[in-house]
């Protein structure tokens, strides 16, 4: 079964997902309405169905097909706001992108299908060069720090999440990770899809790995990179990652996670300038060097 035709579990939870990932709150001729836009048109026809059979079937859609702006087949649905409103606060859900819901917090199910609507909203899943599961989202850093919470409690999930210039992004990063939320999405054949892909990349990965252990033990960005994470564990080991500056801690993080990354493809994913992600892993170092001398 794929995910947009999984069944519709909790309805409230999974519509309260796709408002947090593309939804906003508007006035349209002095009526509060709610929008929702959707750029994948199966997750958009998941959506009007949801809102036809779980909620109203008074709701307005359009869609923009003007390619020339690089919005491909978009549609919008448009609903009145006190009618979604009252609905949602009866399963304490409520329409406030900056307070994540006290039920997600409790239900692994009800969580489940809050992420089906995210996911299928402002989500992405890659494993062509690493394993990678996202949301993309503008919400403030409160809701991010309870979501990336809530994953770890109810799923023993380990998400992280950094703010970028344009929103932020919570993403995931263990394979068996990426497979346990999607079995809890009922998205059986999205499961069967990634393993097999993730087997094929995994026997790659093992065989380029070996290749470029071996050539870039002389190289000076594989010495660097020893050298960052040797200095990112005795700050580890000593006082602990959260010990560091935010933007410290970030960087550290990141590196643990990704070892074979480059300086470049660091700066890019962390979008931050090379110059200033240089000069603060050598702040990294130098912690790193006063705890060695203490």
Known sequence: MSLVNSDYIFPEAEFYGFFIGKGEIIEKESEKLIKISITSLNSFKRLYKLCKYS????????????????LGGTGSIFLNYQTIDKILKKSNLYLNENKFSPPLK?????????????????????????????????TNNIFKEDLVRTFKSLLGVNARFFNRSKGSKVYIKSRDDILNILELLNAKEKVKELSELM???????????TINLISAN????????????KDIQIIQESIGLDSLPYDLKQIAAFRLENE???????????????????????????IAESLKNT
């Open 55 to 70: 909620f109203t079937d008074k709701f307005e859609v359009q869609f923009n097909n003007e390619k020339r702006l690089n």
């Open 106 to 138: 409790k239900d692994p199910l009800i969580f489940g299908s809050f992420l089906k609507g995210l996911l299928l909203s402002c989500g992405s899943i890659s494993v062509k060069e690493s394993y990678h599961l996202e949301f993309n989202l503008k």
């Open 199 to 209: 087997d094929i990349r995994d026997l790659r990965s093992n065989v380029t790995r």
């Open 260 to 286: 074979d990354a480059s300086l470049s493809n660091m700066a890019e994913s962390l979008s931050m300038k090379k110059s200033t992600l240089y000069n603060k892993l050598k702040k990294i170092s130098k």
């Open 218 to 229: 002389s190289s000076k960005t594989a010495h660097s990179s020893i050298k960052q994470i």
